[in-house]
């Protein structure tokens, strides 16, 4: 294990880093292909970047560890245990264990405070059921669930029908032939039902039955009136443009993509709202034990203010006691402002976790009950960088953005190619024009008497063709520049893991700077209690002492407990960092939302 004394190394690395994360974006590619137009798959541009960060961070040891420490303190070096336990229980988060927080009155003109306990991980359970921000972002994967069952059934089997009649009135001139020349009307009905289908390899099936009825006056035929069934089949395959599976496809895999993307949105979105909750909890344990020490504050001045007036005449003079009634007045202006503080804190959890047991119209004060850690944790720059470009979920965004213009590109590759369409059908017909009988038509057509076929070949191609290669470089253009946003986001988020470490190693100092200094300022106010209680005079001098150290400690005092809820929320932000959030709370996003 190494302590952060030993980071001559990783200081080395870090600067290597940053010099590789400038320069990456210009050495990105396939190796040997130097043009801007080279597309890249979203594997390829997750490898290159991987293997950036690694080669960027090889001068740290694969196995190196980090585990956070603190400078030694003289101050705590020169305390005994016992005087630092005496000094522990006068000042600090455990001195105040025993007290209650006197909240004041609610906007319902109650001086009774309602509170409800309330656990870390219950809290973070609630978000993750009703937070309003989440409830939206969870309709994003299941519309997008519904645009993939609408790619889909594009392939899916049509049942159609059609009625048509039509009567022709047509005047003719005279003929040679009496009663077969003139005028002639029609009446022609045509019903057909039948079944089409395109495949994903671009091929048009169609199945359809056709009967029509003709009646016809004056008739060139032996009858006036005739039916005709007809039933056929007709296959349009594309031979070049519009060919395969890749091209025809091609919608479902983007709604796919966009889906995964939604899916990725939704976990970027609930660990945000599992980081607001954790830090909204931080802040409100952080903001009720100000209000502890800020009646502690109170207190102890309206103690000495007590004192003073009780020896007002002998050892202490008028000035004094208008001093510590101010002191006082001021005090307790801090209690009611930390009051206050607490029940903003209060409403701004109860608004994030949403519960419909805590509206955030009631008065209720949420109490929380989870002790905050303080041990120091162990990590390596290199897992966390890692475990980063491999989780975030804007980063799995990127990548599904980047398939899906790698399947407009394919798409507009395959409209480059010209339109050759080969179509092949075949048609029996049947005919009754004995008995006026529809059925005898359709069962003439079991004769097979009359089969009619058709070959036919289409042809295009638009000449010069521009149209079609200028979308191929535009789709080429924008997959490129999906993969040059995918490393941006990958900087965006190396940088966010560095800052995440700095700010857990910086607020663990902080906690053990801030508790030795308390540490120094409760002696300090214990030498001036043991000068009182041996028969100091309450000079304006000492007492002007005394209260400055009173207002020193609980200062130092709120500067502690602010440390030690800030190095928990940084353990939070971290984690989100890191993109492991969700896997502490044992939470996940469903991977589809039907």
């Known amino acids: 294990m190494r302590s952060l004394t030993q980071g001559g190394n990783r200081r080395w690395a870090t600067g290597v880093l940053l010099a590789t994360l400038g320069s990456a974006g210009l050495t990105l590619g396939v190796p040997g292909c130097k043009s801007p137009l ?8 997750r490898r290159a970047v991987l293997n950036d960060y690694r080669e960027a961070l090889a001068a740290i040891e694969a196995e190196a560890q980090v585990t956070l420490s603190r400078e030694p303190s003289e101050v705590e070096e020169e305390l ?22 006197e909240l004041g009155f609610d906007l319902t003109g109650s001086e009774t405070a309602s509170t409800v306990d309330l656990a870390l991980p219950d809290a973070l359970q609630m978000a993750a059921r009703n937070n309003l921000t989440l409830s939206v ?43 077969l020349s003139g005028d002639t009307q029609q009446d022609n009905l045509t019903l057909q039902t039948g079944l089409r289908k395109a495949t994903t390899l671009g091929t048009q099936v169609q199945i359809d039955t056709q009967i029509r009825r ?17 039933l056929g089949i007709t296959v349009t395959q594309p031979l070049l443009r519009n060919f395969g599976n890749a ?21 970027e979105t609930l660990m945000d709202v599992l980081l607001a909750t954790e830090s909204a909890y931080w802040n409100l344990r952080f903001s009720k034990q100000r209000l502890l020490i800020r009646q502690r504050q109170l207190a102890r001045t309206v103690e000495l203010r007590d004192k003073v007036k009780a020896r007002l005449g002998f050892d202490a003079p008028p000035a004094s006691l208008t001093d510590a009634n101010a002191r006082v007045e001021l005090r307790r202006s801090d ?16 608004r994030v976790i949403n519960s419909p047991d805590l509206s955030v119209v009631g008065e209720t004060v949420l109490v929380p009950t989870t002790d905050p850690g303080k041990s120091p944790i162990t990590f390596s720059l290199l897992d966390e960088v890692t475990t980063a470009l491999q989780s ?44 006026d009988d529809v059925l005898e038509a359709y069962e003439d057509l079991s004769e097979l008497n009359y089969i009619d076929y058709l070959v036919g070949l289409e042809f295009e191609r638009p000449l010069g063709n521009r149209s079609a290669e200028a979308l191929t470089r535009q789709r080429r253009f924008e997959q490129q520049q999906a993969v040059q946003d995918y490393r941006r986001q ?73 440390a030690i809820a800030n190095y928990n929320i940084a353990l939070a932000e971290r984690e989100r960092a890191t993109g492991t959030l969700l896997r502490r709370e044992g939470l996940e996003v469903e991977p589809r939302g039907r």
């Open 38 to 45: 080279t597309p890249m798959s979203d594997d390829a541009a």
């Open 80 to 101: 005994t245990d016992e005087r630092r336990e005496e000094l522990d229980e006068m000042a600090g988060p455990v001195a105040y264990e025993a007290d209650e927080a």
């Open 137 to 179: 972002a969870r309709l994003s994967p299941k519309i997008a669930d519904e645009q993939v069952t609408q790619a889909e059934a594009v392939f899916d089997w049509v049942f159609f029908a059609n009625a048509n009649w039509q009567r022709l009135d047509t005047p003719q001139p005279p003929g040679a032939v009496t009663g």
């Open 214 to 230: 003709l009646e016809q006056s004056p008739s060139f035929f032996t009858v006036s009136d005739y039916y005709d069934a007809d």
């Open 247 to 267: 091209a025809n496809e091609a919608s479902i895999r983007i709604a796919e993509n966009t889906r995964e993307a939604e899916v990725q949105t939704l976990r």
């Open 335 to 350: 209690v009611i402002i930390a009051r206050a503080l607490v029940r903003q804190a209060s409403d701004e959890l109860k």
């Open 392 to 435: 975030r979920p804007e980063l799995l965004a990127s990548l599904a953005g980047i398939r899906s213009t790698e399947q407009r590109r394919i798409v507009a590759e395959n409209a480059e190619l010209p339109l050759l369409d080969l179509t092949v059908g075949a048609e029996l017909s049947g005919i009754d024009f004995a008995d």
């Open 490 to 562: 990958s900087q965006d988020v190396v940088v966010e893991v560095k800052d995440a470490l700095r700010d857990v190693m910086t607020s663990y100092e902080l906690v053990g700077a801030q508790r030795a200094s308390r540490r120094a300022a409760a002696d300090a106010l214990r030498v001036l209690q043991v000068e009182q209680d041996a028969g100091a005079a309450l000079t304006p001098d000492f007492i002007d002492r005394k209260l400055q150290a009173q207002d020193r400690l609980a200062d130092i005092e709120i500067g502690e407990v602010e």
